[in-house]
């Protein structure tokens, strides 16, 4: 089956740097990649995704990047501000991928702290 | 629009006891999964319910039982509490056909002891 690992586990940034965490991914056959933000005492929440038919997507300060080849694709977050501060985690489909997502492996997860 | 709603928000169980955990989503989506999350070792899926009258097990289901009860509700059960299964417990629900994007709930914080 899939296997995600994540990292690096935390990150501390100042604020108005960036930030990149990278996500690694075992199935060539996999082709969705999607990543999710937890604030404190909140379930998590999708910020981005991507699909394997394009290398690079973005969203106002956050991307993400997609490498079929090396199977790896990371999270980039420019001019990083307080309220980027919280757990974010990469996933990937897992099982019949006939059903894209309909099952998720997740990454172990990046405490990201910016700070003021 | 509640979304994913999941009670209670916390618990504490004696080992060995048994308890429910409910979830409930107004989106009509026909996907639901329930999930737990460790230190360290992200989110891992312990059963979910691609349409309402279908349950399968995730990664980690030893410990725990489902029930689809309506297109709405998914519950989560354990049989007999044990220290191991001290975790944050979440829901969540997707649309089939639609985006690929699971809503997730706020979570069950319980603690075996």
């Known amino acids: 089956g899939e296997n995600v690992e994540q990292h690096p586990s935390t990150l501390s940034v100042q604020e108005g740097d960036s930030a990149v965490i990278k996500c690694t991914y075992s199935d060539s056959a996999s082709n969705y990649f999607p990543w999710y933000k937890q604030e404190l005492g909140k379930g998590p929440q999708l910020i981005i995704d991507i699909r394997s038919n394009v290398g690079e997507k973005k969203d106002q300060r956050i991307a993400v990047t997609l490498n079929k080849t090396a199977k790896h694709f990371s999270l980039h977050i420019t001019e990083t501000q307080p309220e980027d501060s919280a757990v974010y985690f990469c996933?990937?489909?897992?099982?019949?991928?006939?059903?894209?997502?309909?099952?998720?492996?997740f990454g172990a997860g990046t405490i990201l702290r910016v700070k003021s | 629009n509640a979304g994913v709603t999941q009670t209670p928000k916390f618990q504490v169980l004696k080992t060995g006891q048994s308890m429910t955990l409910q979830c409930a989503q107004d989106m009509n989506h026909n996907s639901m999964y329930w999930y737990r999350q460790d230190p360290g070792m992200g989110l891992r899926l312990i059963y979910y319910s691609a349409s309402e009258g279908t349950t399968d097990k995730g990664e980690v289901p030893n410990g725990y039982n489902v029930s689809r009860l309506n297109k709405r509700e998914f519950s989560l059960r354990l049989e007999s509490a044990a220290p191991s299964q001290t975790s944050v417990y979440f829901c969540a629900s997707r649309l089939q056909g639609g985006t690929y994007e699971q809503y997730f709930g706020p979570g069950t914080r319980l603690t075996v002891t």
């Open positions: 996933a990937a489909p897992s099982g019949d991928h006939m059903e894209y997502g309909n099952k998720l492996v």
